[in-house]
Each structure stands twice: as C-alpha cells, then as structure tokens.
C-alpha cells in the first residue's frame, strides 16, 4: 500500500453533518433539532497531504536512526526512542484537518437561555478518521496458518520462506542486507500515525463578530485586540504524555492497524484573566490561561472526544481515528 493513499481527504459518501443534541430526549432537544451547520464554510476538509522521503538524496534521515549495538548502549530499557538503522522507515506524511472549534452553528432563534445545558453542543464538534488497508485479520490469520504448516520445509534462493503473501499485501519493507530475510522482502511495519492539535484564531471571524456584539470588558483598540488574540493564537496541545501510554512507545506513534479504533481525549481548560482599574473601577479582559486539564488514549469500541473547557462549561470535539479493510 502506498502511504498517500492514506491520505484522509475524501468525504464519506451520502455523509452529513448532524447535532446529536437534537435526537435525544433531553429537554432541549426540540430546540438543539433545529440547528444548522454552514453547507461550505465550516466544513472541516484536509489542507494537504505532503509525502517526504525519510532519506534526502544525500542519505540524511528526518529523524535520528541508530544501529543495534547503538540502541544497547544509548536506549536500553526504552521502546521506540529513535528509529532502528537495519529497519527505517521509507516515507512520511505530513496532512492537516481544518475545521471550526466554536461559532459553526446557524441558530433557527434566540435562544432560551445561557444554561450551559442549552449551550453546550455549541462547543461539541465531532470528527472522525477513517483509515482503509487492504489486509485485515483473516488475511493475517491465513498467512500465519501456511507458514506454521511450512515452516522449515519451504526454500526460497536456499533460505527458509519466512513470508509467503504478507510481504506483497504489506510493502516491502527497508531492510538492510544483513537483516535475516531482507533479500526475500521482509512485510513493512503498518503506518505510523503520530497526532497532534493546534488551535489558531479566526481572527477576520473574530473582529466580525466583535463589532457586531460589542462583548463585555474587551479591548477597544486595535492594537489592544492584536495583543489579546496573539496571547492563544497558535495554541499547540501536547499529547506526547498520553500516546506513551496506549504503546509505551517513546516516540508516541499509534500504529494503524485492521479493525482498531483509538480514543483520544483531551480537556483543554480556558480561564480568563480580568484586570480591574483600582482608580476608575474599570474592567479589561488582559489575557488567558490555558492549559490540558487531562488526557486519556486508549483503543475504543465508540467514538473519542477533545474536550475543552472555557470557564464552567467544557467544549467537547470528538476526534475519531478508526481503521477498516478493503
């Protein structure tokens, strides 16, 4: 399989967008029903899908690989700290998923109040990944039953078979020379996903909005919003500390692997910070702390969410990453 065609870009057929909120029996469901999303401007969609080869045309690698007898010395007792030089990777992929944290829903009317029960899906926005291969565990199961059966007993160029299908179902994988089996084709290591979430402001968006609301103790000057905006602009979530825990893998890549589905969540805490003029007893919103109130990963029979929580309520975005078969 070639890595771009893994490239998430491709919308699911007949997928539409929907508000959960609406479907249940909650007792705002009559209003949460009536809820649009934007048909065009705040769908999420991928900006790219760059495929880099790991090794330049002058043989240096995009990360540090180290031989055996360097990994004995240098990361004994440490899973997956650098990559294994008999074994590296070939190519990597770099993609973005774009979409709206807050402000997507069109509201049919007012509404009925500021409970966080009546706002909450407002901060809820759910996205899912979906990655197909063209093995899944039958393959694997039948691939394993053969070379039980044959083992030892099949010959390829004199040496045993160690793989019979998988190598041609896989990719072959980079091996170097001296590795048993590379000159049969040894099955390449499934993709290697390494997430990540950034969160960037909208700022035309943002000053719109501002003009048309006129929100409490916010800058008024131009510059006083530059300064405010720039304090959460480019936020980026560390979630190396939780992708350690679904592998034990130092450099926190999530294999992705047939009929799998992980769960990653995340709740990002949002305080404002007000300054209060001693002398005139005016109010300034001056900046934001931030920060992740807590990260779980783990394999998942359901979706997985990315909470965030502004205040006393919490955004809620549901980040899928989820592997099925061709």
């Known amino acids: 399989m070639k890595l771009r065609f893994l490239c998430p870009k491709k919308d699911v057929p007949a997928d539409s967008i929907t508000n959960l909120y609406g479907t249940g029996r909650g007792e705002y469901a009559h209003f949460h029903d009536k809820w649009a ?6 769908r999420f969609k991928v900006a790219n899908c760059t495929v ?15 031989s055996r007898d360097q990994m004995r010395q240098k990361s004994s007792g440490k899973f997956r700290l650098f990559c294994l ?9 770099d993609y973005r998923i774009e979409g709206p944290l807050t402000s997507h829903w069109l509201f049919p009317e007012v509404r009925p109040g ?12 759910d996205l899912e990944t979906t990655y197909q291969l063209i093995i899944d565990n039958k393959f694997l199961e039948v691939e394993r039953d053969f070379m039980t059966q044959s083992a030892e007993t099949d010959y390829v160029g004199g040496y045993p078979r160690l793989w019979a299908a ?13 590795v048993r089996g590379c000159m049969q084709g040894i099955p390449a290591n499934p993709p290697m996903l390494l997430p990540g979430i950034t969160l960037r402001v909208n700022r035309k968006r943002t000053k719109t909005l501002i003009d048309e609301v006129n929100p409490l103790y916010w800058p008024t000057s131009e510059e006083g919003l530059t300064v405010l905006l720039d304090n959460i602009d480019n936020t980026v979530l560390d979630l190396i500390d939780g992708l350690r825990q679904l592998s034990s893998a130092e450099d926190g890549y999530i294999g ?22 001693k002398w005139s007893g005016a109010i300034l919103l001056d900046r934001w702390t931030q920060g992740i109130k807590s990260l779980e990963v783990g394999y998942f029979l359901s979706f997985c969410d990315f909470c965030v929580c502004a205040g006393s309520g919490c955004t809620h975005i549901y980040l899928v990453s989820r592997v099925n078969n061709w």
């Open 37 to 42: 999303y934007h048909p065009t401007k705040d």
């Open 52 to 66: 880099t080869p790991f090794f330049d045309a002058e043989g240096r690698t995009l990360r540090k690989c180290l």
């Open 85 to 93: 030089a008999e074994f590296p990777p070939k190519n990597v992929m």
């Open 114 to 125: 500021m409970d966080f029960r009546i706002t909450q899906p407002e901060f809820v926005v």
């Open 166 to 178: 998988e190598p041609y179902a896989r990719g072959k994988g980079l091996c170097d020379r001296k």
């Open 256 to 277: 992705i692997k047939p009929m799998t589905k992980v769960m990653i969540r995340v709740t990002w805490q949002v305080t404002p910070i007000y300054v209060i003029n």
